[in-house]
C-alpha cells in the first residue's frame, strides 16, 4: 500500500510538471516551440485540471500524514518523499501562476550585468532586453532586500547569460533552501510526522519547488537564527535574522521572540520553546494579513506562517493553517478562469481563500458542541 502509494504520487508530480507547461507565456522566446495556448483558449478545462491536481495534492498529503502519524512512514521513506518532490518538479515550468523568477533574473540581470543599482535602475530602461517581453514588474525597482540580491549573483553568474540555465538554476537554488529549511526542522522536531506537515505541505510545496519563490530563502535564515539561539550562540543567531530581514522585510516581525528570547536569558529563565513557536507563527500570519494592506496577500506569504507549523501543538492552530493552505492554492481559480486581475476577480479570490477555513472552524465548533452535550449527558 505504501509502495503504491508513493508510486501514485511520483506519477501525480510528475503529470503536474507536464500540465505546467500548457501556462507558457506566448512571449517567451526561449520556449516558443512547445508553446500551445492552451491556457489561454481553453480556460474553462485548465481551471479544471488545475483543481484536480490541488485536491490531489491535498489527498496526497494528508495520506502521508495518516501513514505518518500511525508509525508506518519512517524517516527513509521521508527523504524518498521529498527527494522525488524535488526532482519531479524541478524541471516545471515556473511561471504557472507568478512571474516572481523572472523579476529575481532581470534585478540580477540590473546588478551583476548591466552593473547598475537595482533600487535605482528598473529593467524597463533597458530597451532592448528581451525579458523586457514576457516579464510583469519591468517598471519597478527591486523589491527586496539587498542580502537576497547578493544571493541571486550565484545562480545568475552560474547561468553563463544563457536564460534557460539561469531559470533553472534559480529554481536549484531555491530547492536547496528547502532542503536547508528541512535539515534545520529535523534537528528541532525529530518528528516525522511533524516534519511532513510541513515538508510536503502542497503550497509549500507548490510555491518554493515549482514557482521557485524567495520566501523559503528568508525563512531558511530565520529558523537558522532560532536554532542558533537554542544552541547558545546568539549573536550569530541575530546576524541570521538580520540576513532574513535583508531577503524580505516580512521577517521584521519575528523580533518580539527574540526580544522575548533575550528577556528570558537575562533573567535565567528557562525557555519554553513550544511558546516560541507559537508567538513566531502568530507574528508572520500578522504580517500576512497586514500584507493586504500594502497590495494583496498573496498565496505564497503562506511560507511565512507554515514554516512554524511543524512546532505548534495546537490542533485547532495547525488545522486552521492547513485549510488556509488550500484556500490560498484555490485563490488562483478566478484569475485562471477570467484571466482578468479586474471585475469580479478580487471578491472571488478572497471568498475561495476563506471558505475552507470558514468550513474548518465550522467543523471543529460543531464537534466541541456535540463533544460538551455528550459530556453533559455522561
Known sequence: MKKILILGYFVHLLLF??????FIDPNLIYLRNIYTGFTFDY????????LLFILSFFV????????AGKKLLNQKDLIILVAITIISLFFSYPALVSYDIFNYIATAKVSFYYLENPYLIMPIQFVNDPLLLFMQAANKTALYGPFWILLTS???????GQFLITLFNFKLFVAIFYLL??????KFSKNTQDLILFAL?????????????????????AIASLYLFKNKKMLLGLVFLL????????????IPVFIYLLIQKINKKEISWDKVFFIASISMFTIFLLSSFREEIYPWYGIWFLT?????????????????SFGLLVRYIPYMYLGTYFGPTPILKIILMVTPVFLFLTYKAIKIGINSRLVKKS
Open 17 to 22: 510538471s507536464i500540465f505546467s507547461y500548457f
Open 43 to 50: 480556460r474553462g478545462i485548465t481551471t479544471f485540471i488545475y
Open 60 to 67: 496526497f498529503y494528508f495520506l502521508f500524514l495518516k501513514l
Open 154 to 160: 550565484f545562480p545568475f553568474m552560474l547561468g553563463l
Open 181 to 186: 529549511t528541512l535539515y534545520l526542522m529535523y
Open 201 to 221: 505541505n502542497p503550497l509549500v510545496v507548490f510555491e518554493s519547488l515549482v514557482g521557485g519563490h524567495n520566501d523559503i530563502v528568508m525563512m531558511f535564515f
Open 243 to 254: 540576513l532574513s530581514i535583508f531577503i524580505k522585510f516580512a521577517s521584521i516581525f519575528l
Open 308 to 324: 512554524f507549523i511543524p512546532f505548534i501543538k495546537n490542533s485547532l492552530l495547525r488545522g486552521f493553517y492547513l485549510s488556509l
